[in-house]
């Protein structure tokens, strides 16, 4: 380049490329025609390589698809100098080929570092992101669970296609069959069952979440369970979270119900799917209905731009700070909130699954259990925060006992469902041999159930980090009240870096997870 003293190294170009919301990649027609295009772009270091996706039809793509040789430019920073007739900005520009991904592997590598950015942050905060972009109100909130929910499924189907058995899959594409419909014939049958066991229990969860969505104007009760609360109004807080609990056992009633079905368990006569179709679709329309439109009234595109650039744009010296008040100790303090909040729910969640399970307990003892796990499920944690806080007082310790009583509801639920699945023949063997019922379990049911165990503890680990990093909401500790305050003071570069805190922290927490799982 012209201008040495301008140059920087490959680390400032990386970074440049990360904090850029979008790219713009040149390239050469094949009768030598200049063509620029903007794209969104995901930045990977360690495998040296840049991704961006496109329709796989137009003049971008026709270029595109001879591997030509292009130029990428990003810019991340861009300020004008009060006094003088230029313009500051931060830039890096990349040569190199495009190159279309085929190998599935590695299409599948890209869309993980973009999941893992869109689910390293709790739905509240999402919703609070929303709400400065779209105004107050439902729409907000729509959105923030819309985001929500793609992340964390998204997440669990890959998990469940890497688990699957891919051997009639790779059988079909070895006779030549089209990979499309391989796929639907191969692989969609046999994760099927869990992907609308998943869908369901998404659907549970977003419940909850919906329900505290208020705190921060997009919608639902959580407004008027906090001001009851403050109150002292238990009775009115008893009515709430009654009707919630009535949610949760629908939602359980219809997913044991279709998780029936798809096991071909249960079939529905022709009037009942007519029901359970019209019943789905009414839902949906009085959905959409009520959702209300954006507000864009209130929203200044100059604090839109400051915004967004603030997010990619970090406070270095807050993300390095090494006292009680930095970045570094907040983290740290939410993992352990986290971790030891998993495992204390792990350990009183597994004999209540047990419990609850009619295969290895009686009907009527089993149902009581199960009730109680519903119960404790149907509370969202962020209650269960302003509740405990009352107790124990503020707190990390706060933060470990809601996150603790959470994790007894959702995992008993996971734990539960992974028994009921589980092969018997060895158990009622050992039964019928006189072998008592813990030797049995010890036996022939938890060498089964180990992975599917491990599974939904890490999975839940991953949910505890982000509800950890909420919980500082209520004063229960860990990154929220520092991220909260940020954010509604307009901090944007602050809470850019405990942003980027939380994606580093989550990307470790997944790259632990693929090697434990492994």
Not at 50 to 70: M, N, Q, S, T
Not at 143 to 155: E, S
Not at 212 to 223: C, E, K, M, N, S
Not at 292 to 302: A, G, M
């Amino acid at each position: 380049m012209r201008r040495k003293d301008k140059e920087r190294d490959a680390a400032f170009a990386w970074q440049v490329l990360r904090d850029a919301p979008y790219a713009v990649v040149a390239m050469t027609d094949g009768d030598g025609t200049p063509y620029c295009v903007p794209v969104n772009h995901i930045a990977d270091e360690a495998g040296n390589a840049i991704y961006f996706h496109c329709a796989g039809a137009g003049r971008k793509w026709d270029i595109l698809a001879k591997e030509p040789p292009v130029c990428l430019t990003a810019v991340s920073k861009a300020e004008i100098v009060p006094g003088k007739l230029t313009t500051a900005y931060d830039s890096a520009i990349v040569h190199g080929r495009a190159v279309v991904v085929q190998s599935g592997e590695e299409k599948m590598y890209a869309l993980r570092l973009l999941v893992q950015v869109l689910r390293s942050f709790p739905t509240l905060i999402l919703a609070l992101l929303a709400t400065f972009l779209f105004g107050l109100g439902t729409f907000s909130g729509t959105v923030a669970i819309t985001v929500y929910t793609f992340a964390i499924l998204t997440r669990l189907t890959y998990e469940d296609i890497e688990s699957a058995e891919l051997a009639p899959y790779h059988a079909l594409c070895a006779m030549g069959a089209v990979p499309t419909k391989v796929y639907w014939r191969a692989v969609v049958p046999g994760i099927a069952p869990s992907y609308f066991s998943n869908v369901l229990y998404l659907l549970e969860t977003n419940v909850r979440h919906s329900s505290i969505l208020g705190y921060v104007g997009a919608g639902g009760i959580g407004l008027l369970l906090n001001e009851k609360i403050s109150w002292l109004e238990y009775g009115k807080v008893g009515m709430i979270l009654f009707f919630l609990f009535l949610t949760v056992c629908v939602i359980e009633g219809i997913s044991g119900l279709l998780s029936q079905i798809i096991r071909e368990e249960r079939s529905l006569s022709p009037l009942g799917k007519r029901l359970l179709t019209g019943a789905a679709v009414l839902l949906a329309l009085v959905c959409t209905l009520s959702l209300q439109p954006p507000d864009f009234s209130h929203i200044s595109p100059r604090a839109v731009q400051a915004m967004i650039s603030g997010l990619f744009h970090p406070d270095w010296a807050f993300f390095f700070e090494t006292d009680t008040s930095g970045l570094g100790y907040l983290l740290l303090e939410t993992v352990c909130i986290a971790l030891v909040g998993t495992c204390a729910g792990t350990v009183i969640a597994v004999p209540l699954s047990f419990l609850s399970t009619p295969c290895l307990m009686p009907k009527l003892p089993a149902l009581l259990f199960r009730v109680v796990i519903m119960a404790i499920r149907s509370v969202p944690f962020l209650i269960y925060g302003l509740i405990f806080i009352r107790v124990a007082g503020p707190g990390p310790f706060t933060g470990v006992l809601t996150l603790g009583v959470c994790s007894v509801g959702l995992l008993s639920k996971r734990f539960t469902e992974a028994i009921e699945s589980l092969d018997f023949r060895a158990y009622h063997a050992l039964e019928s041999m006189g072998v008592p019922l813990l030797l049995r379990i010890r036996y022939a049911v938890l060498p089964q159930l180990l992975p599917a165990l491990a599974s939904a503890v890490l999975y839940r680990f991953d949910v505890n980090i982000r509800e950890a990093s909420v919980l500082g909401l209520v004063g229960a500790g860990g990154i929220g009240a520092p991220l909260i305050f940020a954010m509604n003071h307009y901090k944007w570069s602050e809470a850019g870096a405990i942003a980027l805190g939380l994606i580093l922290l989550v990307w470790c927490i997944d790259r632990l997870s693929a090697s434990l799982r492994r």
